[in-house]
């Protein structure tokens, strides 16, 4: 278990909303002391949670979650649930402003309860084909800002290290929760990909189980370790740094690049330069060049194409008990763009066997990146 | 390896295109015989083929495919390659009228240069993290109708009958392909999902390795028959029929059932009730129910919401050599739409983590299937 750490330099404060959800706030440097309101709302008390069932063919828990069904979709401008409360509407988050806050999500793939039983899943019955589970464990929100208009590549770099806080305290705080296996940070961008909310914001996954492709990777890493003994993220990341044709950017602390086999049209992994299991792991100086070149990343992918660009970005973190020394921290963004006004699906190649199909020549996508007049963050 | 049987009754007719590629006619019984015309196009000779590159991280092959950036998307109607061909056009099909067509694909995802050498992928280099292999197979394209305006659910269960020959003929043909190892035949239906052409038409690709999914399944079934003795597909089978709750339709040969741990919103699995490994191996009486029940299964996820059903229709076949009486065929039936007008986007968590969510209650998607008023075939 990591060691747990108070945040770094924003100012942690933490309510309850009115159906007992948790909801924190992260200010910047320097704001002044917040006394948090009250929710004014009144809510639903929240009393089932997601089932978890075995899908004993693929070998993977599958969250079903049929109250998600009834969940906030594409609202009017006015009654964004992410938006600071004015006098006039009542949001999901009390305050008349925010920096960056995170709350637990009101219609999560998972969740505790507090009166609910807590700890590691159920062993599977092998002879049973329908092997169920309570869906325990974690969904939070996080804004980004309070700005409806903007993203998070509008984001200034000072803002991104508040956030870098949160997402900080959040795996430190969710690695000692007892049903949570591995904590998965990301965004989903873009209404082309289903985003059900244009304000700026990502989410959080406190998975009780440690995710498919995770556990892939680990398997792999396990077994490269013990063919020749060194790690193969280390590995990977070193022989994209030696070709160099797929570098995007390198810096003293990060490197980004497009990996040689790419599945998505547009795909940037961002590793940091030297091993670490997750973000609480990373230095100062390592954070503050992640402040700035993780914007420099998201712009560099925007600014390929003339249109606006739908991308999910999520972090790799270990999982929170165990192969810690086996996993590397690195983020990974795709976008299913693949020129101006066309996506990439995943059709019955992809969707039902698995297998990938790229379009584009990873090589050829590094040099447009590469390439791309930004602003620098 | 299978058998090699000539195709059931319908009448197979098999020509080139101008560029060289197969193309091979299945007329409905008691047509009349069929002198191919010539192709009258100019084409550029085929001299690409698609790269696959190794995921050293996932343990998978990825097939960088750049030359399909160029493919035909949703061409003008009078320009459809995929209708029979008019003095005015000349499409992909050079007659003037076909029943089911089968041509290999002007933009593959995989595929054998008639020059190239043949024969098993290279084994990977553990310590190289750059490994690449030509991107040898094939792929082919199948027309179900010269009728541009209808759909496979709109089918005749005669014509679907021509079409099981045809896709019993080219599971036949491929598996005896040097470079092939799976045999996987689907049909990508709806723009919603990308499809680029809206004939209605389906996929054959002849992968040079076992898809992801595909040995995802055997692993699980090779450790449950070592563990108890039985196979886990049957017993699968078994564990719906006995629930009951999620079965949609069961015949005499046949049985259709929304799967315990469903991961879409519209999900349909389709079994034989004895295990067989693949199309061919299929009795008379099984391919007549077949043909009928196939129609009702899509007749009935069409009814269930009031416009257009995108859908993914996959055929999961033994490997054509290896783990032939591990495997059992059936048919996966895919749906993306959870409520009209709303499709389920993959977002960070299945596409980053392969972790699923599903909004839907299985028991509830099965009830309205069996519900559901349709013609019958």
Request: aromatic share 0%.
């Given at each position: 278990m990591p060691p747990l750490r108070e945040h770094r330099r924003a100012t942690k404060t933490v309510t309850h909303l009115a159906d007992g959800r948790e909801l924190i706030y992260f200010d910047d440097p320097g704001a002044p002391p917040r006394r948090p309101r009250a929710d004014r709302r009144e809510l639903p008390s929240r009393d089932t949670i997601p089932e978890l069932r075995w899908d004993a063919l693929a070998g993977e828990w599958v969250s079903v979650a049929a109250q998600r069904q009834d969940r906030t979709y594409l609202p009017p401008e006015k009654e964004c649930p992410l938006d600071a409360s004015t006098p006039e509407y009542a949001s999901e988050i009390p305050d008349p402003g925010y920096d960056v806050v995170v709350f637990e999500n009101r219609f999560p793939s998972f969740a505790t309860l507090p009166s609910a039983p807590r700890g590691p899943l159920p062993a599977i019955r092998p002879g049973d084909m329908l092997n169920r589970a309570a869906g325990r464990g974690r969904c939070e929100v996080v804004c980004f800002t309070s700005d409806h208009h903007t993203a998070f590549s509008g984001l200034s770099p000072a803002r991104v290290r508040t956030l870098l806080d949160a997402w900080i305290d959040r795996t430190e705080q969710l690695s000692t929760?007892?049903?949570?296996e591995q904590v998965f940070i990301f965004e989903n961008r873009g209404r082309e990909i289903g985003v059900t909310l244009t304000h700026p914001h990502g989410q959080i996954y406190g998975y009780p189980f440690i995710a498919p492709h995770l556990r892939a990777q680990l398997d792999q890493a396990r077994a490269y370790e013990a063919s020749c003994g060194r790690n193969l993220f280390a590995d990977t990341l070193a022989a994209e740094v030696a070709a160099g044709e797929r570098v995007v950017q390198r810096g003293e602390h990060w490197t980004a690049f497009v990996p040689f086999a790419a599945r998505w049209p547009m795909e940037v992994h961002l590793y940091p330069n030297r091993q670490v299991p997750d973000l609480p792991a990373l230095t100062e100086a390592e954070l503050d060049e992640l402040s700035r070149v993780y914007l420099a990343v998201l712009r560099r992918l925007e600014a390929v194409f003339d249109d606006t660009l739908p991308y999910i970005a999520g972090w790799h973190q270990a999982p929170v008990r165990r192969d810690r020394d086996l996993a590397y921290l690195h983020l990974q963004v795709t976008s299913t763009r693949r020129a101006p006004g066309k996506l990439k699906y995943l059709a019955g190649s992809e969707s039902a066997m698995g297998s990938f199909i790229n379009d584009m020549q990873p090589e050829e996508v590094a040099a447009l990146l590469r390439d791309a007049k930004i602003v620098e963050p």
């Open positions: 929760h007892p049903d949570i």
